[in-house]
Nanobody, 111 residues
Framework: QVQLVESGGGLVQAGGSLKLSCAYS????????VDWYRQAPGKQRELVAW???????YYTDPVKGRFTISRDNDKKTVFLQMNSLKPEDTAVYYC?????WGRGTQVTVSS
C-alpha cells in the first residue's frame, strides 16, 4: 500500500521558482522509482521527471535544465525544484509511484 501527498504549489511570476514536495508512506520496504507528472487544462497528463532510490534521474525536454528532482529516502520525500518558471509550466503537478497517484498540487505561473 502506497500513499502520496504533494505540497508546495502556488502562484508565481514568470522567471520565479517553486519547490514541490511529495511525501510518501508505504508498507513496502522501499519504493524505487518516483515520478512527477503534470496536467495542464485541456491537455493530457505528461511526465516531467523521475528518480530512483539510488539517485538516477530523468527529465523530459521541456523542463531539462530548469527543474531538479531529488529525494530523501530517510524522510520518504521526493522534491521537485522548479526554476525559471514559464507560463506554460502552469498545471496540476502529480506525484506517482507503483501505480498510485497523489491528489496533485496546483502550480500557476503568471506572465
Amino acid at each position: 500500500q502506497v500513499q502520496l501527498v504533494e505540497s508546495g504549489g502556488g502562484l508565481v511570476q514568470a522567471g520565479g521558482s517553486l519547490k514541490l514536495s511529495c511525501a510518501y508512506s508505504t508498507t513496502i520496504e522501499n519504493i524505487d522509482v518516483v515520478d512527477w507528472y503534470r496536467q495542464a487544462p485541456g491537455k493530457q497528463r505528461e511526465l516531467v521527471a523521475w528518480i530512483t532510490s539510488g539517485g538516477i534521474r530523468y527529465y523530459t525536454d521541456p523542463v531539462k535544465g530548469r527543474f531538479t528532482i531529488s529525494r530523501d529516502n530517510d524522510k520518504k520525500t521526493v522534491f521537485l525544484q522548479m526554476n525559471s518558471l514559464k507560463p506554460e509550466d502552469t498545471a496540476v503537478y502529480y506525484c506517482h509511484a507503483r501505480a498510485v497517484w497523489g491528489r496533485g498540487t496546483q502550480v500557476t505561473v503568471s506572465s
